[in-house]
């Protein structure tokens, strides 16, 4: 193999692995979401975990839920905080989009900038989307 | 003879303690970004240091590893791939190399006994193969996965990349397969270098330390995403701070995550100290990158030099008596 | 719960292992932070049963009441309808319509096709213009829960024949085992064929079987189910076990027959002929 | 091997031990054992071609009167491979001990000795290489049993000595490195090894000795002229007598079509005088039907090259006399006889090393019309291609028939088989004059075949039980054949195997006869007035001609 | 139940732990890949030492000599006898029977076993010593075959010494 074929090679190579660096300063970055609390969430303060808690476990929390709901017939989720929630994703007032009203705004924000892309809402529907 | 193993064990073991304490004691400011800068600078000098090092010695002559029939008479088939004579066959020579470990799996054909002739066994060598090609490729899947915590937004590629190694949709979060296959593999690899005799007599420390150090970066990542859960977004936040060269340690980084990061960024800067800049010496190897055609094309080596010969004309002088002796022809007759 | 979780774990083997054992250790450490622990429980106002049967009355049932019927469990259910024109507007990609693929939940179906066994030369003729509701039996042996591999069928302790969407792997043992034709198979995406999204119910999506829930997710609010609401009064729900519910008390006054009775699957759904 | 153990000791062994110490450590001398090792090179051998530190020494003595600088000698030594050889480099840093390689060398087999494997043949070398020329080997030297945590260690006496051992033990087949995922040819490190060893004066004499003779005589054995000579002639008398025809060839002549080199093995040993007399018939029938005017030299009259088993440098002066010789005759070009290494330095080094022969013509058969494209830069042929091109186009006349109680299977020679890739040529040939034609097992022949256990200058005498043990691989496979079909000829196109492996064969398959490729060619090749035959050419009768009882 | 019968009855063991002993022999290390049980060609040691081991047993439990006893013992002591193996360490693995034969078998045959095992190790000695015989006739008309059976037809050969047949010792 001839020196410039592995110049060319290794080039190629610390290009590579420089691409994260460069690949975001030639295109622009999304900066990172905050996400809002909007409607009856703002007021009620309140949620099932506590902030960090959800930011990180939600979707074990979901995963529960859904077992509870479809396997036990049990509907109803009393937190640790005392608090009851109606354990669906999208269905009723004490429902997740029943609190937290913009899907876009609060789920999508987050889900998006990380590359999450639960399959949920394949079947679960967003009662703002349906005219 | 434990030592071999049980150092590199304990070495992982503190290097994980050491960072996931320090970030709790508030060095989070190093293992999430001096540290990582380091090794990213570490990794690429000495990388191309070595590879420069290489490619600065030379090729003096043209030694390929024939392994099938050689052009010869037209009518004789020749083996283009193992015994290839033009640069298209070596091409797919080394790609055959380099994605599917060809030489390696050589290894793991069936074999026949005397007493069993028709039954046919798979030496332990074919799982050699099958792991060491499951390794890395979920290595490699894993690695540009975590594409998704350098690019915002994130490429459409990494996600296409998820969207099939979460494939079986099990779970919540989804599994994703590499994450399954790279650790099982890595066990194996390390059950073969414990457990098989031979290969335990030729293991080094510097073997083993990369196997713990790789499945300690993998048990860890597999803790944050399915275990002990940590806050992504906060550590995207962070990850796209260092690839901006605008870094930042947002609140809510686990532990756990400096952890990780701190033992990647150990790999990367082991990287080019060892065994493992193999992936740079696989592209290298003259026994393969090279066509087994120095017959019909002079290969040149640019440090010949001229040696001295027992030339015909002293050999005449020598032996000149006894040649003309027994008829044979001679230069001078006399 | 833990049960049927293990149970499921022994199908989907080692790596779901990791997964399964996830939340278990989340909501460990979970609960640990608050004082008391979290709780799952039923509502207030769902209704019981030891095993819930349904008793449906033929001869209060015209063509005209069974289409609303259906109709009123469909609407509700999401249940789409592939002779539904597609919005293109919101659909761009969809392919054009296959009539043959069809979804139901309850339907009429011709005494012959219902009752095969029960077929008979001399029969009275009548009944072969009845229109027969037939729907998923809920059987007490039901064969498409042996038949699943992942267990996202399964019978419910209160005798209901239940789908869990999440699981389903498409693979349609189900289908093959059920002795009836209750279930239908997505074979593309349902959603651009309902022409009105029940914001209540999940829509499915592609690759997963469906069928009668029974309206669990109405009894579990003290509502009755929506074919029994839309039936005038043809269709009755109650616990069979109990002597004194409603469903006993029909079967006691009449004469009634089930589908298949031979196969032993024991449907939970009679029909008063 | 484990160390000498009481007859006591070993009864006790049934429940032997696990862990068994690791291979860095060197603290009980290496054991050189008798019947495993060659005899240290004579003095007046190395001296011949000016080789440094040329002395009488002997391994088995503790003193190996080394120059007091050897481990700068072999530092520096290591350091100018590095950077004149890529391979070397790259083989130094990239193995990650896979074990791969681990069970494909016939030593290994054969011996049972875990120093054997190819990887760990490699690591006598690497380990020095960490120790003394890589970073993190310098930082581990600072650090109490850093070297032990690396693999490094440092160049000792034992380790020397270990080195000479193991690196003589290895015939530089490169079967090893067929297997390895990296190419790492384990073959080039020995290679390395014992340029490194020669720089100190450490040579065997088996390789040592041909080395001069050759450098001065023409050839390996050291055959002066004229006796090269008669010998030729000898076998020209026996021909006759077997066919009735003069075969009679032509020495350095002038203007010849064709310069024939061939290994001087084939000259002077049996069986390959037997091969040798082949090719006269061949030259023979070609001159008398079609003119080929071919010639040999006494100057040139070594195919082989021992150099090869001795450093670049030796391997490129030896080399040299063949262009040297083809050059003064002014021949069109070269055509080289049935030998292994001889191929793989042609094939490999020789252009590079001693070309370009743009005094030569790009080989054309001038009887087929076929040009040799694959040798148009060498200008040097196969006499396998020569012979496979001539049956091809029906230039020869063949009675298979001679042939008939030959049962023939063949052997590939490792370096024609793994450093050129002639495998079909001479199978095309055997098929087209013999009837019966067996292949051993598949994982020991073409690019798996096993080496003889001889090569890489090691088939000497007083390392026989090196040599027996090394061969067991191959000749499981040939009695295999021979069990199975009754084989009892193997045919080989190297002059090694052809001195090696009879004495295999008579260890380990008593009723197999090892045969030259163009033995076979010129038994069956109908020479132009030839009487009736009823002898071959070992003066065996012929099948049907055998005297009634 | 007489001693022959227990052999035949107890073959696949025995077999299989004498098999284990002799190739624990070799260095662990070795041994793995000697011992396992795949391909005749590309572990040959392997392959011949557990055919050998099982035709000596199957010998053993029926009529033998100590004739056919060598003839059955020859490929594995071959292959010993050229290898790095003092004659006592080549010869051993037979001795490893006795020992295995106590484990196995019922004690009463013990004895009778015992002499068994002394006449097939005095056949091992006797193969040792003809496959070494065959290694010095080896060396000896090999180099004879090299180059003074041709020198010698050619009437060439004159002063060849046995020193220079044997090789180059005194240097």
């Known amino acids: ?131 | 003879m434990t030592q071999k193993y049980l150092i590199p064990l304990t070495a992982v073991f503190l290097l994980f303690l050491v960072a996931y304490a320090g970030a709790g004691a508030g060095l989070g400011w190093f293992f999430g970004i001096v540290f990582p800068y380091l090794a990213v600078i570490a990794f690429l000098v000495g990388f191309v240091i070595k590879v420069m090092g290489w490619a600065r010695s030379a090729v003096p002559f043209r030694i390929p590893t024939t392994c099938g029939q050689q052009k010869s008479l037209p009518w004789i088939k020749q083996n283009r791939i193992d015994n290839p004579d033009t640069a298209s066959g070596v091409f797919i020579r080394m790609l055959l190399e380099i994605f599917l470990f060809r030489s390696l799996f050589r290894n793991t054909k069936a074999a026949f006994n005397r007493t069993a002739s028709n039954r046919i066994t798979y030496s332990w060598e074919i799982f050699l193969w099958v792991a060491a090609l499951a390794f890395h490729y979920a290595f490699l899947v894993v690695l540009l996965r975590h594409f998704r915590f350098f690019t915002s937004p994130v490429s459409s590629w990494v996600q296409f990349l998820e969207a099939l190694d979460g494939i079986v949709q099990l779970g919540l979060p989804g599994l994703f397969l590499s994450g399954v296959v790279l650790p099982a593999a890595v066990l194996f690899l390390l059950a073969r270098r414990l457990f098989d005799q031979k290969v335990r007599y030729i293991s080094q420390a510097s073997d083993y330390f990369p196997l713990f150090l790789i499945l300690g970066i993998a048990l860890t990542g597999i803790f944050m995403r399915y275990f002990t859960k940590v806050d992504i977004t906060a550590i995207k936040e962070m990850t796209m701070g260092l690839v901006t060269l605008s870094p930042t340690i947002p609140d809510g980084v686990a532990n756990l995550f400096y952890a990780h990061l701190f033992l990647v960024s150990i790999l990367f800067a082991y990287f080019p100290a060892s065994k493992l800049m193999h992936l740079g010496g696989v592209f290298l190897s003259p026994t393969r990158n090279m066509a087994n055609n120095t017959r019909a094309k002079r290969h040149v080596n640019p440090w010949n030099y001229d040696v001295p010969i027992h030339t015909y004309e002293q050999y005449e002088d020598h032996f000149r008596d006894k040649m003309i002796e027994a008829g044979l022809p001679v230069e001078k007759k006399e | 719960m833990e049960k049927s979780r293990r149970r499921f774990l022994k199908v989907a083997g080692i790596a779901a292992i990791g997964l399964g054992a996830a939340p278990a250790i989340n909501f460990a450490a979970s609960d640990s932070h608050g004082p008391a622990a979290a709780a799952k429980v039923k509502n207030d106002t769902a209704l019981h049963a030891e095993r819930w049967g349904m008793v449906i009355d033929i001869k209060k049932i015209d063509d005209n009441l069974a289409r609303k019927i259906s109709l009123a469990c469909h609407l509700h259910h999401n249940v789409p309808d592939f002779t539904h024109e597609v919005d293109t507007r919101l659909y761009p990609k969809t392919r054009p319509v296959n009539h043959k693929q069809e979804i139901k939940w309850i339907w009429k179906e011709k005494f012959h096709y219902a009752f095969p066994d029960k077929e008979d030369e001399f029969l009275n003729e009548k009944f072969h213009h009845l229109p027969f509701m037939v729907l998923c039996n809920h059987c007490k042996n039901a064969p498409c829960v042996q038949a699943c591999p992942t267990q996202a069928t399964f019978s419910r302790e209160d005798g209901i024949v239940m789908m869990d969407y999440h699981r389903c792997i498409g693979c349609r043992f189900c289908m093959a085992a059920c002795p009836y034709g209750s279930r239908s198979f997505n074979f593309r995406d349902p959603r651009p064929f309902i022409d009105e999204t029940d914001p209540d119910f999940p829509t499915r999506s592609k690759g997963v079987v469906e069928k009668c829930n029974f309206c669990a997710e109405r009894l579990a609010k003290g509502e009755q189910p929506h074919c029994v609401e839309a039936s005038e009064g043809a269709i009755v729900v109650g616990d069979l076990e109990d002597p004194e519910s409603d469903v006993r008390k029909l079967l006691k006054e009449h004469y009634t027959i089930r589908r298949k009775q031979s196969l032993g699957t024991e449907p939970s759904v009679y029909y008063i002929v | 091997m484990a160390d000498e153990l009481t007859p006591d000791e070993l009864l006790d062994k049934i429940d032997y031990g696990t862990d068994s110490g690791n291979w860095l450590d060197t603290t009980k001398s290496v054991q050189i054992r008798p019947g495993m090792y060659c005899y240290a090179a004579k003095p007046e051998s190395v001296e011949t071609l000016g080789l440094p530190n040329a002395r009488s020494w002997n391994p088995t003595e503790e003193d190996w009167k080394l120059p007091d600088n050897w481990q700068q000698i072999i530092h520096d030594g290591i350091k100018e491979r590095l950077e004149k050889f890529r391979t070397f480099k790259i083989f130094m840093d990239v193995c990650v001990r896979c074990g791969a390689c681990a069970d494909k060398c016939h030593f290994f087999l054969g011996t049972g000795d875990p120093k054997n494997m190819p990887v760990l043949r490699a690591e006598l070398l690497r380990s020095v290489y960490r120790n003394d020329f890589t970073t993190a080997g310098k930082i581990l030297q600072k650090i109490p049993g850093g070297q032990r945590l690396g693999g490094n260690r440092p160049l000792t006496l034992d380790v020397l000595k270990e080195m000479w051992y193991y690196f003589f033990q290895c015939t530089e087949c490169r079967r090893c490195s067929v297997f390895c995922p990296y190419g790492i040819d384990t073959a080039e490190i020995t290679i390395m090894g014992r340029e490194l060893l020669n720089l100190l004066g450490l040579n065997i004499d088996w390789i040592a000795t041909p080395v001069s003779n050759c450098y001065t005589t023409g050839n390996h054995l050291g055959i002066q002229p004229h006796a090269f000579k008669d010998m030729l002639e000898f076998f020209v008398e026996d021909i006759e007598d077997i066919t009735g025809v003069d075969c009679t060839p032509q020495f350095q002549k002038k203007g010849a079509d064709i310069l024939f080199v061939t290994p001087s093995g084939d000259v002077f040993a049996d069986p390959g005088t037997y091969t040798c007399q082949g090719y006269l018939i061949l030259f023979q029938y070609l001159k008398e039907k079609y003119g080929l005017d071919v010639t040999w030299s006494t100057y040139a009259s070594e195919g082989g090259n021992f150099g090869f088993f001795t450093s670049h440098e030796t391997m490129k002066r030896l080399n040299a006399k063949m262009y040297y010789e083809a050059k003064r005759l002014g021949v069109k070009w070269i055509l080289g006889g049935e030998c292994g290494h001889m191929w793989r330095v042609i094939n490999q080094y020789m252009d590079t090393m001693n070309g370009p022969a743009d005094f030569l013509e790009v080989p054309v058969n001038p009887i087929t019309g076929t040009k040799f494209e694959n040798a148009k830069s060498t200008k040097m042929v196969h006499i396998a291609e020569f012979t496979a091109d001539l049956i091809k186009h029906g230039k020869l006349e063949l009675d298979k028939s001679r042939n008939a109680n030959r049962i023939v299977t063949f052997h590939d020679s490792c370096n024609p088989a793994r450093g050129m890739g002639i495998l079909d040529e001479p199978r095309y040939v055997i098929q087209n004059v013999c009837d019966h034609f067996y292949e051993m097992p598949p994982n020991t022949i073409r690019e798996q075949t096993f080496c003889c256990g001889s090569g890489a200058g090691l088939n000497a005498g007083e390392n026989i039980e090196l040599r027996m043990a090394g061969a067991l691989p191959r000749a499981t496979a040939v009695k295999y054949v021979h069990e199975k079909f009754g084989v009892n000829s193997l045919c080989t196109i190297c002059a090694i195997d052809r001195a090696a492996l009879p004495t295999m064969c008579e260890y380990w398959v008593p009723e197999v006869d090892v045969i030259g490729l163009h033995e076979l060619v010129g038994n069956a090749l109908i020479l132009p007035g030839e009487k009736e035959r009823t002898e071959d050419l070992r003066m065996e009768p012929l099948p049907g001609c055998e005297e009634e009882e | 139940m007489t001693l022959k019968q227990s052999l035949t009855q107890n073959h696949d063991q025995l077999l299989k732990k004498w098999f284990q002993a002799t190739i624990d022999t070799y260095p662990p290390q070795s041994a793995r890949i000697l011992g396992k049980d795949v391909d005749r060609f590309d572990n040959p040691v392997g392959a011949v030492t557990r055919e050998t081991l099982e035709d000596v047993l199957h010998l053993l439990a029926s009529d033998y000599t100590s004739d056919t006893l060598e003839k059955a013992l020859d490929p594995v002591i071959r292959i010993r006898a050229v290898q790095a193996f003092s004659a006592a360490e080549a010869v051993s693995f037979i001795f490893f029977l006795k020992k295995i034969g106590e484990t196995v078998m019922d004690s009463a045959h013990t004895r009778e076993f015992d002499r068994m095992v002394d006449q097939v190790v005095l056949a091992g000695f006797n193969r040792l010593m003809k496959c070494r015989e065959d290694i010095f006739l080896l060396k000896a008309t090999e180099s004879k075959r090299r180059i003074h059976a041709a020198f010698e037809r050619a009437g060439l050969v004159k002063e060849l010494k046995e020193e220079d047949l044997l090789g180059s010792k005194k240097s």
């Open chain 1, 1 to 131: 193999m001839t020196k410039n074929m592995i110049m060319g090679g290794l080039a190629v190579f610390v290009l590579a692995v420089l691409s994260p660096f460069w690949f975001n300063m030639v295109t622009t970055t999304q900066a990172a979401p905050e996400p809002e609390l909007l409607g009856p969430a703002k007021e009620a303060k309140k949620c099932v975990l506590d902030t960090y808690e959800m930011r990180a476990n939600h979707m074990s929390l979901l995963d529960e839920w859904r077992d509870a709901v479809v396997r036990d017939a049990d509907r109803i989720y009393v937190a640790a905080n005392g608090h009851a929630f109606n354990m669906s994703l999208s269905t009723g007032e004490n429902s997740c989009l029943g609190c937290h009203e913009d899907k876009a705004k609060f789920c999508d924000a987050c889900h998006t900038y990380t590359s999450v892309d639960p399959y949920c809402w394949e079947c679960h529907t967003n009662p703002k989307e349906i005219e």
